[in-house]
């Protein structure tokens, strides 16, 4: 296949003569690609920056409420310092209480899951013995 410059403007494929733009065309036709479709209030594009959106917009939300509340609020500011340390220690111990409620009952769950896994594993055994006792009195063993 000739390269578009050796014959002035056109090439050549599979014995057809193609300008330079039926060539490029062709190329990018042949490549798959995400347009803009030009439409408001398409679904696709919406969905594609929802996430962004929503994460922008609550983060947002966030440092506009906390600038009202400090702005709004009847204490001083140490007061209100010490408000925020007494909250964020007030649900650090509900999130390590929480923590601690989740471990247990995991640590409950796989005792369980193990103690059933044993009592299978056992039965089993036992099952498989009396089989081969079965088995070795019928064979008069």
Known sequence: MARPTDFEGETERAGERLSLHDAERTENEARPHRKFSGRRNDPEEREAGFPLALL???????????GIALLTTPYSGDEVRERIADGARRVGGRV???W????????????????????????SRWAAEDAIDRGRHRMGW
Do not use: C, P
């Not at 601690?100 to 796989?110: G, K, M, N, S």
């Open 56 to 66: 922008s917009g609550i983060a947002l939300g966030v440092v506009l409420g906390a």
């Open 96 to 98: 390590a209480e929480g």
């Open 100 to 123: 601690d409620d989740v471990r247990d009952e995991a640590d409950y769950l796989a005792r369980r899951g193990r103690r059933r896994v044993n009592r299978g594993l056992a039965r």
